[in-house]
């Protein structure tokens, strides 16, 4: 009886083994749904519903209770804004905001990365909304990103990416963005950016922006040291500081003086 | 005598300088040039660097003007450079890109030449400070000085029209802003915007034709005929000079231009096309295939004229937003105190300095000799607040950079901007006129003090 | 003697010498008086200077070498480097001569005069010569006359460089009543695919685009934050707002479209330009908020169709562009 009993439970922990070794297998990543949006719930009450209100319903007046430096929190429901824009904003370091009155700009991540699955699951479940992107840049052309990306963007994030301004804000360079990154704030739009719906701009338009983003970053530099792609502020710095003090020098050196 | 004498060296050159002078008379000339005076200060060569690097402008210019095609007639490219395949156009950018990319050393040639344009114009910037700062246009060089002057004014719109030939996104914006500055001009801004361009903007195809033959020609010409006159004036009433060492205001001391002078200014000649040529092969300038091609519905961030031209670029961002209008028609729109009153206004007081000087100071004599800065506190103290002023108006053209760099706010920029053109140049003036007082006060402490102490050897060797 | 000198008579030697029996000189050159003062030779600097001029030889060729073989990459660098170092070396050379090869002398020179004698005289040439007559100002106001009236003349061809007196044309625009609205791609665009936070260039269809009239900006509001000029009424269907794209300043494209998430903490949305950053309110009718503009933004007026693409309902509230003399009391033209 002994023998077998323990065969029994050695069997059972056996299968236990290969039904939880079943569901692991997929990615790495696959805890029960349920178990995930569980903590995530949990770390939206901790971390995010003193802006974004209980339950992500958003607060558009500020709170009765101040926070951290005085701040209270104020900010949008996240009904329907769907897994693609939590990704964005967590894996930015966009979110979470010291102050919601400060644009969110690219930072330090606080969360480990089951943590952001977890809160990505939560938002997702909070309304219907879009899936995180997953764009093909490969796919796309760089001319026609070029072509689309001077038209639509350029006018903030400056022709070759480099980045630029806008009143009260930044519009940043956008070399350290993933695809990912890209294909997702150009639906969201965050902060003051406009965004692009896919009547405008075809997932595969997309593909082509994101491919010359990635173009724009290491372009074709072939006429010598750079400069950083932002045209004649540094040329003109170039000119007078390099230029200009090594031929004063030569002029020092090759003018006479009488003794 | 044994075999024939061997030839000196003075009798082999001599045969062909007698030859030439035979047939055209210009031997005592030759003598004169040879034997020219510079005096003895490096601080006289600034013009001449401004000099080699027109004449690389004219080189290099020649070679890109064999290439590029001043057309506007709308194109497709397909050409080397992927990520322009299959965009829309001017044959002028095709042109330009194709020289880039297609074309041995046409890119070294295209940055060399646009390298030597920001270059040229910096030096002139150098040089005018030098003749400013030492009075070196009272009477009799101000002639030599309008001159100067209007070299400088026409460099500025050759390198703005020679860039915006290009018809790149950021040159394209410049020549929009251009447009809008001509129509700026009261009651007959549209009127004249309309005879340059052809018709309103973009303008005529032949507008394009205009700026070719503007840059590559007319403009040039000017210029060159300019400098000529510049250089024979300099050299008729030869150069001024620093005082001491027997300088007097009748007598230049100085080093002829040959043997002496010659390799120097020769070697700076090479040393200003080495370093264009350096610049222009290391260090990249206007990478026209990275802005792509102008269209009037597009723009981009950080947009910048060339260095010369921020100082209009800051003043336009500064001026605060209000079109001055009387019965219902616009008399004065925005761009004009920024694009035209002002430019207007320092070229003014530039060509009035010398008479403003005279009257001023009622000094009507001849100067050969130079003052040093601290000689003349009043007229340092001044030059020394209009170019603070000047450049707080460039630093107010790159705000938007500084913000993007630096993070300091825009609108907070522009503010103290408008403060600061109006404190720092006063500030300016007040500290430069003591620190030139100070100076001269203590020469003549020093003075006193030698002059003492000689007295005092004297006393000592007679008892 | 200097190599200036050397290298200056060997080359000359070897162009003219004679084949013949040398010719009689009259005088020794050494009974001549020297006009430039002799020195010290200066053996290393010599030898500095032919090895910087080797340099500046070599570095010359190999701007050809990188020329004519195509697989050296970096081209641009390195044919800069070659020719730009060449130049250098035979600058180095240069300098090094006048320092060290040449003698600099100190020499003194009179400052010229003016001529007031000269002068004189040749203002007593010109009087003179018009001894003969004795109409003296009538000739100068005929002269006068014939001058500055062949001056304009010949100045008058410059006019046929642009329509110089027909400003109507500064009005003009590709829209009108009907026109449809089109993307980029010149497709048609429906009033229920523009979305509030959106920014979508527009451009007249079947119209040249290369024009300032031609590009408009569209954006999607709130209708009940509009509060559009007196008798705007009916032009914004939907919350759906047509401007001009250019600027009302200096005539740059408004590239920039402020668009903000979360009205609390984000602000108003905004129209700016990238040159000079005037900032316009899209839900004012174009008002300018920050900036040097002195003119609103021209608001296109605008229609659904049946099939529901948006359409113009006629052309702009006043002329696009940079502001002129008559661009408040003139509207808009097709």
Redesign the interface.
Known sequence: MPVTGRAALAMLAAATLAVSGATAAPAATSEPPDSLRALGAQLYAANCSSCHGIGGAGKRTPGQVSGALGIAGIGPSLHGVGALAADFYLRTGYMPLRSPFTQPRRSRVLFSEREIRALVAYVASLGTGPAVPRPDPAAGSVAAGFTLFTQDCAGCHQVAAAGGYLPDSVAPPLYDATPTQIAEAVRIGPNVMPRFSKKRLSDRDLDSVIAYVGYAGRPDDRGGWSLGHVGPVPEGLIAWFIAGVVLVGVTLTAGSRLR | MVGRAKPQGVDVIEKPVRALDERSHTAPLALRALRYVFPDHWSFLLGEVALYAFIVLVATGTYLALFFDPSTAPVVYHGSYGPLDGAHMSQAYRSAIHLSFDVKAGLLMRQTHHWAADVFVAAIALHLMRIVFTGAFRKPRELTYYIGLTILGLALLEGYIGYSMVDDLLSGMGLAIGYGVALSIPLIGANVAALIWGGPFPGAPAFWSRMYVAHVFMLPLVIAALIGIHLFLVSSLHHTQFRGRGATEKRLRGVPAFPGQAPRSLGLMFAVFAALFLLGGLVQINPIWLWGPYHVADGTNGAQPDWYLGWLIGALRLMPGFDITVAGRTLVPNPFWGGILFPTFVFGLLFLWPSLERLISGDRRTHNLLDRPRDAPWRTAFATAVLTWLFVIFVAGSADRAYVLLGWSYQTQIEVYRVLIFVLPVAAFWLARRICVELLRNEDVVRDREDAETEARAAAQLD | ??I??RL??LL??LF??RRG??PR?TER?DA?ARI?PDGQPAPRAELAVVALLCLAALSAIAFVVV?AVDSIP????????A??????F??????V???H????????????E?HPHAARQVAQVVEESGGRMRRGRLLAMGAGAAATALLVAVVTP??S???????E??T?TPWRRGRRLV??AGRPIAAA?V?S?????A?PEHAD????G??VVLVRLDPATLHLPQGRAGWAPGGILAYS??CT??????????????R????KP?L????????FDPATGGT?V??????PLPQLPLSIDRRGHLRAAGNFSGPV?????????RKAST
């Open positions: 003697m200097s200036f000198q200056a008579g000359i030697w003219l010498r029996p040398a000189r050159p001549r430039v020329y970096d081209q641009t660098q390195y044919l800069g480097l020719l730009g170092g060449s130049f250098a035979l600058a180095a050379a240069l300098i001569t006048g320092r090869l040449v003698v600099t002398e100190h020499v003194e020179r009179e400052y010229g003016p410059i006019a460089l642009g329509p110089v007196l027909d400003v044309r500064f003009r993307d980029d695919d979305r936070s959106e920014f979508i260039t451009y685009r290369e024009q300032m031609a590009p794209k250019i300043h200096a005539g740059c494209a408004i590239a920039l479209y402020r668009s903000p998430l979360f609390p903490t984000d602000g905004g700016v330009c990238p040159c000079h950053y005037s900032t300018v920050y900036g040097p503009a002195g003119r562009g940079p502001s002129w003399w008559g661009v408040r009391n």
